[in-house]
């Protein structure tokens, strides 16, 4: 939602992706400087609101983002293994270790399966939407994993190197 209004008012010309990159927070900075906000190239609520973006405006969309990741990477999976996966999205973005944003964290390169094979690209369904919901409520059946794979189909053993948190379905939630 912020890189498309700073793209409206001129502030940013690359894609529109969700991804709190140089590029976006060089956008940010610009925009706040000519606004008089401190330029920290965050997207703090005093930015979101100079910009124009409420905030339920941003959690619909963090909504959205979520129910899309959670509904392409799990949707045959049980209600609480699909919750486990969109809990995983929010340890990674409280993890130092990862992005601090729920784009950054869905966007990075290579972190999900899904943003590369076409799934993303699919409409939730109201289940991925509930989930979500959970997931951001704070429920967290992966009790602080920051990975998750199905151990049928991964394909770096990189991943079998992570120790076992819980297993719910096919999929094994790591630290």
Not at 1 to 28: C, F, P, W
Not at 49 to 72: C, F, M, P, R
Request: proline share 3%; hydrophobic share 40%.
């Amino acid at each position: 939602v912020a890189q498309a209004k700073l793209t409206e008012m001129g502030y940013y010309d690359s894609l529109i992706d969700g991804v709190l990159s140089a590029n976006t927070k060089q956008a940010l900075i610009n925009f706040q400087k000519d606004q008089n906000i401190l330029e920290t190239g965050e997207l703090n609520s005093v930015t979101l609101t100079a910009l124009g973006v409420s905030s339920d405006e941003q959690a619909n969309s963090d909504l959205y983002l979520l129910a899309k990741l959670i509904y392409s990477e799990a949707r045959g999976e049980i209600y609480t293994g699909q919750v486990a996966v969109g809990a995983v999205v929010l340890n990674r973005v409280d993890d130092a270790g990862f992005p601090n944003t729920l784009q950054g964290v869905i966007y990075q390169p290579w972190a999900f399966t899904a943003l590369h094979d076409g799934q993303f690209n699919l409409e939730p369904n109201a289940t991925a939407y509930q989930a979500a919901q959970d997931a951001i409520s704070g429920w967290d059946p992966s009790y602080g994993s920051l990975y998750y794979y199905n151990p049928t189909t991964a394909t770096s053993s990189w991943i079998f190197t992570r120790t076992t948190v819980v297993v719910i379905g096919n999929h094994v939630f790591a630290i």
